[in-house]
């Protein structure tokens, strides 16, 4: 039971960041990948930003331990498809630079936090 919730974790704390990052361009209309202004970049990676801690503290609180072992992997995950993503892909990478250097270590910031409500 307990690989199973740490499993859980990781895809619902994935998909909190991912969702929530799809939602914010959509509605935004942004493209990800345009080259846009200061303002909105900034705004992308607080969005992004808030997101990605938000999905590691919810993926540690559904892990079933009290390590980061989840956070860990769900870290990885979002770098290494940011990671994909800005060597296949043309246009601006703001937002897989974010991803790697920023928004993966939030998520691991996120269940840091969590660990620490949770004693």
């Known amino acids: 039971m307990k690989t199973v919730r740490n499993i859980l974790g990781v895809i619902i704390g994935y998909s909190i960041f991912a969702i929530g990052a799809v939602v914010l ?25 808030v997101f990605a801690f938000v999905g590691g503290f919810v993926g540690k609180m559904i892990a079933a331990t009290r390590t980061l072992n989840a956070n860990i992997v769900l870290s990885l995950i979002m770098a290494g498809f940011a ?4 060597l296949m892909s043309a246009g601006e990478h703001y937002t897989q630079i974010a991803a790697i250097f920023l928004f993966a270590p939030l998520s691991l910031l996120g269940g840091v936090l969590r660990r620490r409500v949770e004693t």
Do not use: M, N, Q, W
């Open 25 to 49: 361009f959509r509605l935004s209309g942004i493209d990800p990948h345009a080259d846009v202004g200061l303002t909105t970049k900034g705004l992308v990676i607080v969005g992004g930003a």
């Open 83 to 86: 990671t994909v993503s800005f």
